[in-house]
């Protein structure tokens, strides 16, 4: 990220070139004014505006010349520029963009992180400032990366000082694009704890027992019903299915209350995490019911 400049004084024309020059650039250019912030983001030539003014947010074009009227008439703002990976601005332009332009101190990222781990959210909230990053929402654990010099690095947990405009994002981020958390030194490494092998007919594979630091919100033993009155073309179910994947048509049928989860993981060939995180997030939405079978009374004699 450069240092913020001491003037950014450019016309309508001026501000249109610097963009068209800054094709191959990736990343983000931000800027604050006491009443209005907006952030443009660069992905190989294609650029988004956003604007937010305090009344709400905007976008395109009439974004872009709202933006430049102010460069012209007003005041210069603080601003800077964020570079980022290309891979990971091309990621971000594929997700679906929920809040575009959000000051910290409208939502702060504490509050978003809790309320994303409550929700099964799955995608990241950019942070977008003097000390920019992003927070990694997947399969309730989160991870915070850092943007320096064009660079994605871990963020070692969350950042300290969270001042900036922050854009959400809802989709699911490629794993590869995450940096690995740093290695603990040897001497401060706590020593591994003893885990019971997973029952041979539990549906567990090798991946659900590499991914067992996970949370899960089931054991696997459970049964559940699909609502009757639950519609396959939801939007519900589409927003499930783009944070999962679309094969959960292919499984949600076999919530029919006969199988466990682990059964149902197992005959439809998937991690038992994809299981675990869908069907809580329709316990949530109160589009499941937990099945129990019960043992018939013995008939009283008379």
Known sequence: MSA???????TPAQWATWVAQRHEWNGYLWARWPDAEAILLFVAGRPRIHLWDGHGWDEGDHAL???AQRLERMPSPRWGQVAIPTRWSAAIRELTLVHPVLPTDVVPPAAWLAWARQRGFGGLAVLVGDVSGAWV???GTVRAVRFVQGAAVSGEGAFTQADGLVQIYRGRVPQELIPAAPAEPEEHRAP???SPP???D????????????????FRGDERFLLAPT???????LAELAADHGQDIHRWLPMLDGGRTLSEVAQAAAVPFSQVDAVVGALVDRRMVF???SRGRAPASST
């Open 290 to 292: 937990r099945y129990t």
């Open 198 to 200: 997973a029952p041979a």
């Open 4 to 10: 913020t400049a001491p003037h950014l004084l450019l």
């Open 202 to 217: 539990s549906g567990e594979t090798a991946v659900d027992q590499a991914r067992s630091e996970e949370p899960r919100r």
């Open 65 to 67: 010349a709202a933006v």
């Open 230 to 236: 639950v519609d396959m073309t939801s939007p519900a």
């Open 192 to 194: 591994p704890a003893t």
């Open 137 to 139: 929402v997947q399969e």
